[in-house]
Nanobody, 118 residues
């Protein structure tokens, strides 16, 4: 079982950048598919980006494609979400998740707040 911890959130102006990190304390991180989700106030949690176990293939939600980049460094047991050209509607709590059998059975971090102001 993985134990995930996110960091890197904060307050940023529109057009700025943030880099989120997700560290896993378990040695099996390299075997997991990883995803970044976010939840805006009053909205459901949505998938922002996901990558396969090796980190060499990533998929993105339409509203972040071209602005966000997800990577996974198995040697460091860490995943990253580089967020550029941030917009106010990117505001929310960002969670990382890891799973071998789909998101319904994923392990989750505690979340990190991202606030983008105009």
């Amino acid at each position: 079982q993985v134990q995930l911890r996110e960091s890197g959130g904060g307050l940023v102006q529109a057009g700025g950048s943030l880099r989120l990190s997700c560290v896993d304390s378990a040695p099996v991180f390299s075997k997991y598919t990883m995803g970044w989700f976010r939840q805006a106030p009053g909205k459901e949690r949505e998938l922002v980006a996901a990558t396969n176990w090796s980190g060499d293939t990533a998929v993105y939600a339409d509203n972040v494609r071209g602005r966000f980049t997800m990577t996974k460094d198995n040697a460091k047991n860490t995943g990253y979400l580089q967020m550029d050209s941030l917009r106010p509607d990117d505001t929310g709590v960002y969670y990382c998740a890891a799973s071998t059998r789909g998101w319904d059975t994923a392990d989750w971090g505690q979340g990190t707040q991202v606030t983008v102001v105009s």
